[in-house]
């Protein structure tokens, strides 16, 4: 089975065999229980009197309660075990969907792809611990049960050969629908909470501009598709464990009959039919959950199917060479155009070194952004032409490990972690130099901010910075930059939101940095002019 093969490596196989032994110990004991409490019957009624009740009674008590113990121990490991594979899994997927192409992001809605992870993780796990372990209970129940049923009465069991391809025919039946309405189901579901969650990450765009009704509109629209689905899904689940429930019905009246005429006869004392009817529905439980096994089997098989769609999406390129420094940045025959056909950067030259600070001017559209995204490997490999590092193509490189290491950039509108200030300074950077941090908190006046909090530095940032000023998210962003000392220092736009006195020091800094740095400033503003050595124009 695919998807058994596929969380098999997911799975903590020493707590797995702990698990399942355990379980089977538990199932034992079940089994067992029915006959012992059968005969208890038999000697209470008289027609075993070779038997010691109490005995009995003593077994039948110290196996309920090891039961009892058992089920507490294997719930508790239960969680435990699906917990973990469960974000084993996604962990998996989401590694995986960090590392596609940045293109796939720009039509994603993250809060989707989110609930599609996690709900499909998790429904893989469950069942791969769950699901299998009781199929596999089930069907030891049923072989079990059937060959004490077969040892009592011949009669009563052959009911179960005329039960077994009913419910198989009808499994059978079910099977295509249940699949294709699971998918529909879990897939709007998904939008659906995807929606939600866009409305609630922009909401001071949706208050702005009043937006309530038509978003409000958006979602009842989303909330209908999905509304339907799980109708339809309810239905179809409906219709196969309602027919599934009125053969078992007329099975066991047909086992009434059967029994209660053979004990009139004497050929079947009370404590058999005890018996026989305690494991007849031990073996209606275990076809049922069979076919339930089947409708469950087909509701994970999506989730699995969805998990292989995301895996199989291929990742972007990236090499395997790693450098300790960036002395040049080579851009030769640069071209690159977006999906839609629209040129951007057309055939540019040009060549940038340590030790100077340049410049990317441009209007709107004109592809300052999409540089920058070429040059630090976002696009990698998206465009015509060639960009190198110390005359190498990058490529061949390692660029998660070159952007961590030697590359700082610091976005128009950076992005903050909710944590304190401290850590969205130093985070991801193991060893940083303390003085660095300080004067730089100081000659961005960050530290006039900082000395209002009542925690300083340790003064969290709310969800989406809302407690904090766009200059101050910014000043945040330049003191990483700074203290992580890259080789290549990107700023996108990066006074967009500072002060003019900020700026100044900006300046300041930037001119001691570049001796040994690339520096490159996107901008639009002529704060830098004193300071940029060349300037990169793009035209559209």
Known sequence: MNILKFSSKYLNKSKLIIYLSVSLISWGISMYLPLLNGSLIDV???????????????????LSGLSIVLTYFLNVLYVKLSSKTA????????????????????????????????????????????????????????????????????????????????????YFFFKKRLYKLNYKYKES?????????????????????????????NLKSKFSIVFNDVVQLTKANNMFYNSGTLITVLANVAILL????????????????????????????????????????????VSYNRIKELLELESEKNGDKIITSIESI??????????????????????????FIYRIAGENGTGKSSLINIVTGLYNGDYNGNVKYNGLNILDFNMYKIREDLIGVVEQEPTLLKDSIINNITYNLNNYDSEVLESSVK???????????????????????????????QKISIIRTLLKNPDV?????????????????????????????IIILVSHSNAFDDIVDFDIKLES
């Open 44 to 62: 209470l009624t008289g027609k075993n009197l070779k038997l010691n009740p109490y005995s009995i009674l003593l077994i039948i008590s110290i």
């Open 87 to 170: 974000f084993e899994i996604s962990y998996n997927i989401l590694d995986h969907i960090k590392k596609l192409p940045i293109f796939f992001f720009y039509n994603q809605n993250a809060a989707y792809l989110n609930q599609r992870v996690n709900t499909d993780s998790t429904a893989v796990a469950q069942f791969v611990l769950d699901e299998i372990k009781n199929l596999a209970i089930n069907v030891l129940s049923l072989i079990m049960s059937s060959i004490i049923l077969i040892r009592i009465n011949l009669k009563i069991a052959s009911v179960l050969i005329i039960l077994v391809p009913i419910y198989l025919a009808l």
């Open 189 to 217: 579901q998904n939008l659906y909470f995807g929606e939600i969650n866009s409305q609630l990450e922009n909401i001071k765009f949706v208050k702005f501009n009043s937006l309530y009704s038509i978003l409000n509109k």
């Open 258 to 301: 059967l029994g209660v005429q053979q004990i009139i006869k004497g050929e079947l004392s009370i404590g058999q039919f005890t018996v026989i009817g305690t494991y007849f529905n031990t073996i209606i439980g275990g076809i049922n959950y069979c076919l339930s096994f089947l409708e469950n089997y087909q509701n994970t098989l």
């Open 330 to 355: 080579l851009i030769e025959n640069l071209s690159f155009k977006y999906q839609d056909g629209k040129n951007i950067v057309s055939n540019l030259n040009y060549e940038l070194k340590k030790g």
């Open 443 to 473: 000659k961005l006046k960050l530290d006039k901010f900082v000395s209002k909090l009542k925690d300083g530095l340790n003064t969290n940032i709310s969800e989406g910075s809302c407690n904090i000023s766009g200059g101050e998210k």
């Open 489 to 517: 220092i990107i700023l996108d736009e990066a006074n967009s939101a500072l002060d003019y006195d900020s700026t100044i020091q900006l300046n300041s800094i930037l001119e001691k940095e570049k001796e040994n740095k």
